[in-house]
């Protein structure tokens, strides 16, 4: 009865309807109901900047959504709705068996021109190597370039996740890059 209702002119009624879906995921859906679900939130993540974050805090844990929102981190034009498609992508919030693909969506992202882009860039490198397993190829570029950032970032919480970014990959053991 929810979904209808993303899609409703008025502002206050879709934001209800993202609060209610967002319950509903906290509480637990039925396996078919969330494919439904995912697909829906995705799509009002891109459509509706006034419920962008609220939108994005319903899709966490729904790994159903994981490929449209990879494809939204590389096709929006939205430096708001890059970030938190990318946040959604990290290995915090939800995998599926394509996450390991991701480790090099982050390191692309760590050159966007907006910072929050590259907070959640950094964020999502501090968690994908030890949760997937995967290394970073050019591991001394991105080094170079989550240093430059930890040093540069206008913001100190970038510069915090640039350096647990560089923490992580130090962390992985003796042959890290």
């Known amino acids: ?21 967002d319950a509903l995921v906290q509480e637990g859906l039925r396996p078919w109901e969330r494919r439904a679900v995912a697909e829906a939130l995705e799509a009002r993540l ?25 494809q939204t981190v590389g096709r929006t034009p939205s430096p708001e709705v ?3 498609a ?4 990290d290995t915090y919030n939800a995998i ?3 996450t390991g693909a991701d480790l090099a969506r982050f390191v692309h992202a760590l050159d966007d021109p907006d910072e929050t882009v590259r907070f959640h860039a950094a964020k999502g490198l501090a968690h994908s190597p030890a949760d997937t397993g995967t290394r970073p190829q ?6 170079a370039r989550l240093t430059a950032l930890a040093a540069e970032a206008a913001e100190a919480e970038t510069r915090a996740a640039a350096d647990e970014a560089l923490r992580a990959l130090d962390g992985r ?4 890059p």
């Open 1 to 21: 009865m929810l979904l209808p209702l993303l899609d409703d002119p008025d502002g206050d009624v879709r934001a209800g309807a993202v609060a209610g879906l």
């Open 46 to 70: 891109v459509a509706d900047p006034r419920t962008l974050w609220q939108t994005h805090n319903a899709l966490i844990g729904l790994a159903e959504a994981l490929p449209a929102l990879r």
């Open 82 to 84: 890059r970030a938190a």
């Open 86 to 89: 990318l946040s959604l992508v």
């Open 96 to 98: 599926d068996e394509n």
């Open 138 to 143: 050019d591991g001394e570029r991105l080094r």
């Open 173 to 176: 053991g003796p042959d890290s």
